[in-house]
């Protein structure tokens, strides 16, 4: 499980279909576009058109997972974990308001435990999955610091990393004209929301090349850290 989150444009959902591109040469892959993100134009346009679906509701998404788990699926791409949130929102306070905590109920707490059961089932609906999620500032509720955080609602922002393998900030810095350095950092810092699974820490940004190539560096890294 892989969760990429950065700023609007800076690669994310290009780096999801060249993640399906390259996997798709060893088995089914499939795209979920939740509705309110524009990741299926990106992927039409990178020839993955067969492999996608938008889903315009929580259970809508919770259809496709339960479908996909059948499929011995080798990867699955979601954009975005953000758009998911707002669905998730949806169902459990029935409206398009923030969850409340009320005397006779507690909305966030209901948020917090769908949200997890949620990406727990996502876990099982393929070998390799990735999400992206617009990039946010929070405050981190036990440092009491402002961090890079994946752009989700209350310490969701800070607590999904529990729910992935792989946390990375894909960064786009111009560097000329018509040329921009794209990396994704694990590095574990004071300022951005990373995590790796891993028992050898990789401790430098990956350099997500121009084109194809992105998953295979960021895989390369993560194969090498774990022998």
Known sequence: MVLVHGGRA??????????????????PVRFINVAGEDGALTLRGMGLGE???????????????????????????????????????????????????????????????????????????????????????????????????????GRQAAGCAGWFDFVGYLEATPIGPNDIQRRFMMTPNASVIVRQRLPKQITEPIIIPTGPGGWNAIKTHIEKAWK
């Open 10 to 27: 800076s690669g994310k959902t290009y780096l999801q279909g060249d993640f399906l591109c390259t996997e798709m040469k060893n088995g």
């Open 51 to 153: 492999v996608g679906e938008t889903i315009e509701s929580y259970k809508d998404f919770m259809e496709a997972i339960t479908e996909y788990t059948g499929l011995h699926l080798q990867a699955l791409a979601v954009d975005s974990a953000h758009a998911l949130s707002r669905w998730i929102m949806q169902k459990v306070t029935k409206s398009d308001r923030l969850p409340e905590i009320r005397k006779e109920s507690n909305e966030w707490g209901e948020l917090h435990h769908i949200s997890y059961n949620t990406y727990l089932a996502l876990r099982r609906a393929a070998k390799y999955v990735m999400c992206s999620c617009p990039s946010d500032k929070s405050v981190e509720q036990l440092s009491g610091k402002t961090l890079i955080t994946p752009d989700l609602p």
